[in-house]
């Protein structure tokens, strides 16, 4: 009903409308600095209208809901950029660890090491029976070890770094996705649609998720009436309203999909990528095929002969693969290989979402050699930035050390192993095991680190007294029992078949210990190596300067640097005669130093360089990824910025527009009281004209 008594229930509601928007600004104003709170505002509704003779009349306001000013598409677009900046972030921070680690701004680096090691070389040419010349060489080399080894000790400090990083995230995830999913309940339970909106809860929520977003590439899903689903980008459920599922960290492992085979694939030791292994052929042990791709089966590894099919064998037969990081074997089972079965050998820490406790899926971030991303995988976030620096940036720069240290000691060695120093030799053991001795040299399973550069052809050999005088030089017969010299071919020939053909010359005694080759001369008799067309001295490491293949195994052979009059300066001539001041060797050595050789890496393939120019390369790809990832983090940040800004400018507090409200809300009430005092004087006279 219209009247003079509806004024009052017109001015409380006002009261009551002025009184909320009142507080809600105050409430405003003193979260002004609050981290995550959005500015809030009372929606104010007209009343009832009620049809009087006059016409329809207002029966005052409502407060009818407390809402939350925030741009939900901005936050997505937000979500989206931070994750971007966050990895990029992340990743140049780490890259610059390793800037600091390969600093050749000072004139001490490694690449000096280099220079000065071959520059001792070219000394020796000089003076070849200087003993001094020869100190000093020894002390450079193990100068340069010194650099490489501990080049990838502080690689392997970064990579360890990077594996606890992030394990860290992987809790914080965890703990974020509880959270969110928790909060999602209390806003379900506490929210009415249309007037009542728990909005400091979503506050808090909008704050974890842009957290997990740091953390991780994610999508968030707004189902509407406080619910959110949030994702992966490949898919994974993270958060489904009061449900969330865990990510784990863990070790090495090997993930089968096979069709029937219940044996298992192993593997020893390690490597920066994933590597997939596919059954071609399938079979018994021995008999079943296999091919492995470190790029998701894109490509297929190869070695120098271009043979990308192993077989699948035990572990007395196990095989190395191409790249020499792993050596794999199957274990038998009641069923054979078949196939299509796939083996994902993830050989170091990675990331797992679970569905269930019996239901996991990798999804550690992964880019291929090639550069592509696996967006199958985590992309973006503090986790994207962490496993990428960690896989593909340090396990690149590792196999380009690694490739660099090869190749150094293969030709060092390739040169060393045919020529001859001041005294000659009365025994030498290989410095390379070879771990079956009964299948050829240059086959997968026989384990010898060089076997890719093994060549058909022969090498010489002579035989001296203990005075120095020339007995017999001789080539290897590498099979005794068909007539004439046969020579040496790595694809049919094994350590075995190399031991008899050393043995079989006269005044030498040829053993296998532990995998490797042991010559000995007989008593009174002493031997020199000539031209060596096979590269058997160089891969088994007989008469070698150098001993390893990567950097963390580099040394100078123990022979050699306990003995410098070892060192080979000189060369036995087509006559077998060695000649004391003879230089050939150490010239050839230090012209080394500007030839071009092969390098070989998963990630470059096969380039022709100096050794220098090599770790030049090396150092200057270490520079211009820093850089790349500065760029990157610059450009997202001011995109992420930019996207925050604009979010700030719907959600954020300003006090000067909250105290024009508040001024505002105080006159609404104040005229507010004014209707109810007008209404009151109102009443009074009709009631004073009634007595």
Request: net charge negative.
């Given at each position: ?27 405003n104003?003193?979260n ?48 989206g950029k ?6 990029w ?30 520059a ?17 060489l020894?002390?450079d ?10 080049a ?18 992987v ?74 599922f ?8 090997v993930?089968?999909?096979?069709a ?11 490597s ?5 292994v ?25 070695d ?73 995988r ?20 590792s196999?380009?050390l ?36 009964g ?18 052809g022969?090498?010489?050999i ?5 005075t120095?005088?020339l ?30 053909a ?14 490797r ?26 008469n ?20 410098p009059?070892?060192i ?10 060695r ?10 050595m ?10 070989r ?18 150092v ?18 001011t ?21 024009t ?31």
């Amino acid at each position: 009903m219209v009247g003079i008594t509806s004024l009052f229930e017109i001015g409380k509601r006002s009261l009551l409308a002025s009184q909320s928007a009142i507080q809600v600004t105050g409430n405003n104003i003193s979260n002004a600095n609050t981290e995550g709170y959005s500015r809030q505002r009372v929606r104010l509704e007209d009343g009832l209208y009620i049809n009087t003779a006059p016409g329809q009349i207002g029966t005052g306001v409502y407060a009818a809901e407390v809402l939350r000013d925030f741009d939900e598409f901005i936050e997505v677009q937000y979500l989206g950029k931070s994750s971007e900046f966050l990895r990029w972030d992340t990743l140049k921070a780490r890259l610059q660890d390793v800037e600091g680690a390969f600093n050749e701004a000072n004139t001490e680096g490694m690449n000096t090491a280099l220079a000065r090691f071959f520059a001792d070389w070219q000394q020796l040419a000089v003076r070849p029976d200087d003993n001094n010349v020869r100190t000093a060489l020894l002390a450079d080399a193990q100068n340069l070890q010194i650099y490489l080894t501990g080049a990838d000790v502080r690689l392997n400090q970064l990579r360890a770094q990077a594996d606890a990083m992030l394990a860290d995230d992987v809790t914080i995830i965890n703990g974020l996705l509880r959270d969110i999913a928790q909060l999602n309940i209390a806003i379900l339970a506490q929210e009415v649609p249309g007037s009542i909106n728990a909005n400091g809860l979503r506050d808090q929520r909008a704050t974890l998720v842009r957290q997990l977003a740091e953390k991780m590439d994610i999508v968030y899903i707004d189902n509407g009436g406080g619910n959110v689903t949030i994702t992966t980008k490949a898919g994974q459920s993270l958060v489904s309203r009061g449900e969330y599922f865990e990510l784990q960290v863990e070790g090495p492992q090997v993930i089968a999909d096979v069709a029937v085979f219940d044996g298992s694939l192993q593997f020893s030791g390690e490597s920066n990528h994933e590597y997939l292994v596919e059954v071609v052929t399938g079979g018994a042990l021995g008999v079943a095929q296999f091919r492995v791709s470190v790029d998701g089966g894109r490509t297929w590894l190869a070695d120098e002969n271009g043979n990308s099919i192993f077989t699948a064998a035990g572990y007395a037969n196990r095989v190395t693969l191409p790249d020499d990081k792993l050596t794999v074997w199957f274990t038998a089972g009641t069923q054979n290989l078949q196939a299509g079965d796939l083996f994902q050998i993830v050989p170091h820490k990675g990331v797992y979402w679970y569905e269930n406790s019996s239901s996991k899926m990798n999804i550690t971030p992964r880019i291929f050699p090639s550069g592509q991303e696996d967006e199958s995988r985590i992309t973006g976030g503090s986790i994207a930035g962490i496993c990428g620096f960690r896989d593909f940036y340090v396990g690149r720069y590792s196999e380009k050390l690694d490739a660099l240290v090869k190749t150094l000691v293969w030709e060092v060695n390739r040169i060393h192993s045919q020529g001859t120093g001041l005294d000659p030799l009365t025994a030498w053991t290989a410095s390379n095991p070879v771990r079956n001795n009964g299948v050829p040299l240059g086959g997968a399973d026989s384990g010898l680190v060089y076997r890719d550069r093994l060549a058909a052809g022969n090498l010489s050999i002579s035989v001296y007294t203990d005075t120095g005088q020339l007995l017999h030089t001789v080539g290897l017969d590498f099979d005794g029992l068909t007539p004439g010299q046969q020579n040496f071919n790595p694809l049919v020939h094994t350590l075995e078949d190399v031991r008899a053909a050393f043995d079989a010359v006269s005044g030498l005694d040829a053993t296998i210990v532990d995998g490797r080759l042991r010559l000995v001369a007989a008593p009174g008799r002493s031997f020199a190596f000539g031209a060596d067309a096979t590269g058997l001295l160089a891969a088994l490491g007989i008469n070698t300067f150098f001993e390893g293949s990567r950097a963390r195994d580099l040394r100078v052979v123990e022979t050699i640097g306990s003995n410098p009059d070892l060192i080979a300066s000189g060369h036995v001539n087509g006559a077998g005669e060695r000649q004391r001041g003879d230089n050939a060797t150490a010239i050839a050595m230090a012209a080394l130093q500007n030839t071009k050789v092969q390098f070989r890496t998963t990630f470059e393939g096969k380039v022709l360089q100096t050794i220098q120019d090599n770790y030049a390369a090396f150092v200057t790809l270490v520079g211009a990824d820093v850089q790349n990832a500065s760029f990157n983090q610059s450009y997202h940040k001011t995109l992420a910025d930019e996207l925050a800004r604009r979010q700030d400018e719907i959600a954020g507090v300003n006090l000067d527009e909250e105290m024009t409200n508040l001024i505002k809300f105080q006159h609404a009430y104040a005229a507010a009281a004014k209707l109810i005092s007008t209404s009151d004087a109102m009443i009074q006279t009709l009631l004073a004209m009634k007595n």
